[in-house]
């Protein structure tokens, strides 16, 4: 069978520049016997010319689309059906795979409270968004002596976003940089948030003095 499936592309035919992970198609599988799946086929394994022969009567396509396996697998179906599938698929992949945002908070190892109070709230804002935070404390100079004093503070930081944040690296020190990693939980819900009200609630009510 010397040009495949009629009217059905060969490699000659499909033009432009041929790529590396191009599939084989029609008469360009050499393998003697091959692995046939595919809609309304009968799957099992057929000599080369005999797949061939199914392809062209259905006026569709033979691809190669598991080279390395023994024998190799093929499929009966329309090729640029095929590649628009694949592409299909790969798009949908891409669009899964999300690019990660790391937003970056810096300390000083003597942060005050109004400071702190502040990038604690960037964080907040950051995390709801879904990007993670890389936060910092920075040791200019002799400030390296209170490098405790930066992990506490770092520790205090992951402490007050655990409601919006799961901890990816604890404290390391590299260099100048004592760093902490921090990624968005899912949000919780308006109950749950409401929730530490209620406890605070319910525990003052405990405390205030009884009436005899």
């Known amino acids: ?23 084989a198609i029609n008469d360009e599988i050499r393998a003697p016997e091959v692995r046939l799946v595919g809609d309304n086929v009968d799957e099992g ?23 390395m396996a023994q024998p190799p697998v093929c499929k009966i179906m329309d090729y640029q059906k095929y590649q628009f599938q ?23 190892p003597q942060t005050d409270e109004h400071d702190y109070n502040f990038k604690l709230k960037h964080a907040i804002g950051f995390l709801k ?5 890389k936060s910092y404390v920075f040791f200019k100079g002799r400030s390296i002596l209170f490098k405790e004093q930066g992990e506490v503070l770092l520790l205090r930081f992951a402490n007050d976003l655990e409601d919006y944040a799961k901890v990816d690296q604890m404290p390391v020190l590299e260099g100048k940089r ?25 525990t003052e009510a405990a405390e205030a003095p009884q009436e005899d």
């Open 1 to 23: 069978m010397g040009g495949g499936p009629k009217g059905k592309k060969n490699r000659n035919q499909r033009g432009g520049k041929q790529q590396k992970e191009e599939l």
């Open 45 to 67: 394994i057929y000599p080369i010319l005999k797949a061939l022969k199914i392809a062209e009567e259905m006026e569709l396509d033979l691809i190669e689309i598991a080279p």
């Open 86 to 108: 694949q592409k299909k698929k790969l798009k949908e992949q891409k669009a899964k795979a999300t690019k990660v945002v790391v937003k970056e908070i810096r300390f000083g």
């Open 129 to 133: 968004e879904g990007a993670k935070v």
């Open 178 to 202: 004592m760093t902490i990693m921090l990624s968005p939980k899912k949000q919780t819900s308006k109950k749950k948030e409401a929730a530490p009200e209620a406890k605070e609630a319910k």
